[in-house]
């Protein structure tokens, strides 16, 4: 089997991941920095590359309902958004998570408004954590791709049957070209198969579809969900193993670690920084520091047991968000530290808030954060929820 | 050959397994009577109808159903809308005041 291998950015590697699923339908509205990829599978299908029906809707609330309708037929679909375009459609996120739709959505990372910002952070996704998505975040280009096409085999999975969003960062990945192997479509169809479900509408099992509940019913109605969420994991786990036996590429499923087995504090990264990452690792691993880098992947289903083995003994775990919620900590690092909270002896943990709204998270600051999780802060207590690049001076609180 | 649902008798769910994977279940599933709001009660004089099916066709709760080559109307689910009546073309559907039962 021979991958063909081409120098494409973030964009073009999620129209090409997204054609090789073979979707019936794209139905997206175009919005910086995800634009490029719409219009590549927008190429795509003018030139009969990509046999799908594309629709023009007039806003992303559109958006996600128009696939919802794609996916109440038992018709496969693709959508994208970024930013103010996924909060506005925040009530399709919950919708379609409710109804058990296997929508893929790629959502390029970007800042929310105010202040209005097109550039890069996580904000946007990880204030959606609960809506009920399955959520992965990519590193790089070929990651992506990669995982559109994981994405349908989970999301559509009868034990699973969760939507699913791929996050890749805006600009930073969208932007930025490198090298990626595109699989065959044959590879693909034999490890994707057609969809096929049971909760859709037919002439011949007519269905009542999205119907409301009474405070009798709701509770299990969500436990389902929140159930099946649980139950992606193995799916999760099964997936990853079998893409990299077909393809050649293994990403370790929920997490993935690196340098972590003998380290004595750890940093933990979603998305591009992850690559910036190791290699400071490797830097600092010449000097002869005990570093470890744990890269999370899916923010859900959370990797619980995952976080708790790879940081229940370190020293110290630094938590990189690129988002922040306001009056307390960043997302991320709430969710590890109530992983361990579960262990009887967890580790100091320490909040990097960092690369909002676009600002570099440079090697020397990723340096900075491993040297002062290894030395502690010198003096006193290090604070929990540290700004990171800050290019001015505040206030003593 | 029933043309229309009828009630079918409903036992709550005892395992979360009986409950349909996500909020859909088989149209036509009908658990109890919908009707207690109904101020008028849509009457058909079979005499002047015609069998058109006009009123089968519109009426918004599907509660109208042919009948040897009439119509007639399931009063467990009509709401009394009115809208057979309005629209039936040779007046055959004459809206009466409930007596209060």
């Known amino acids: 089997m021979v991958e063909e291998k081409k120098f494409i950015s973030g964009n073009d590697a999620v129209a090409f991941g997204v054609r090789l699923a073979r979707p019936h339908v794209i139905s997206a509205y175009p919005i910086t920095p995800q634009t490029v990829a719409v219009e590549r599978l927008s190429e795509m299908v003018e030139d009969g590359s990509l046999k799908a029906d594309f629709m023009h809707v007039e806003s992303e609330h559109s958006a996600i309902s128009a696939a919802m309708g794609v996916s109440v037929v038992g018709a496969r679909v693709f959508t994208a958004t970024s930013s103010q375009g996924l909060l506005y459609m925040s009530e399709g996120l919950f919708y379609a998570a409710g109804g058990r739709f296997p929508i893929v959505m790629m959502n390029a990372n970007r800042s929310l408004a105010l202040p209005w910002s097109i550039y890069g952070d996580q904000s946007d996704s990880l204030s959606q954590l609960n809506s009920g998505w399955i959520q992965v975040y990519v590193e790089d280009a070929q990651e992506v791709l990669d995982m559109i096409i994981q994405a349908y085999r989970i999301a559509e999975d009868p034990t699973v049957l969760t939507p699913f969003m791929v996050n890749l960062d805006g600009f930073l990945l969208t932007h930025t070209y490198e090298p990626v192997s595109i699989p065959d479509q044959a590879g693909v169809d034999a490890f994707l198969p057609a969809f096929s479900t049971h909760n859709k509408i037919s002439l011949e099992k007519p269905l009542n579809m999205g119907f409301s509940t009474t405070p009798q019913d709701n509770l299990e109605y969500k436990y389902q969900q929140h159930k099946a969420m649980l139950d992606s994991v193995e799916v999760i786990q099964k997936t990853d193993s079998e893409f990299a036996e077909r393809f050649g590429r293994k990403y370790g499923g929920l997490v993935e670690e690196y340098f972590c087995n003998d380290a004595e504090v750890i940093l933990i990264t979603l998305g591009s920084v992850t690559g910036t990452a190791r290699v400071v690792v490797d830097r600092l691993r010449e000097t002869g520091r005990r570093v470890g880098l744990l890269k999370i992947r899916y923010m859900r289903p959370f990797p619980v047991n995952e976080v708790n083995r790879v940081c229940g003994t370190v020293k110290r775990v630094g938590i990189i968000d690129r988002d922040i919620s306001f009056g307390y900590e960043g997302t991320v690092f709430t969710n590890v530290n109530s992983a361990l909270s579960r262990l009887s002896n967890s580790p100091e943990t320490v909040n990097f808030v960092c690369g909002l709204g676009g600002r570099d998270i440079a090697k020397e600051d990723l340096e900075g954060m491993f040297l002062q999780l290894l030395d502690g802060s010198g003096s006193g207590e290090m604070e929990r929820v540290q700004f990171i690049g800050m290019r001015v001076s505040i206030n003593d609180r | ?101």
Do not use: Q
Request: hydrophobic residues 35%; neutral net charge.
């Open chain 2, 1 to 101: 050959m029933k043309n229309r649902p009828g009630i079918t008798k409903w036992e709550r769910p005892s395992h979360i397994d009986d409950y349909p994977v996500g909020p859909s279940f088989a149209a036509g599933h009908l658990v109890t009577m919908n009707a207690a709001w109904r101020t008028f009660r849509p009457v058909i004089d079979l005499e002047k109808c015609t069998g058109c099916y006009r009123c089968y066709l519109v009426c918004p709760d599907g509660v109208i159903f042919k009948k040897e080559d009439k119509v007639d109307i399931d009063l467990d689910f009509c709401k009394g809308c009115g809208v057979c009546s309005y629209e039936c073309r040779v007046d055959a559907i004459e809206m009466i005041k409930e007596s209060g039962k």
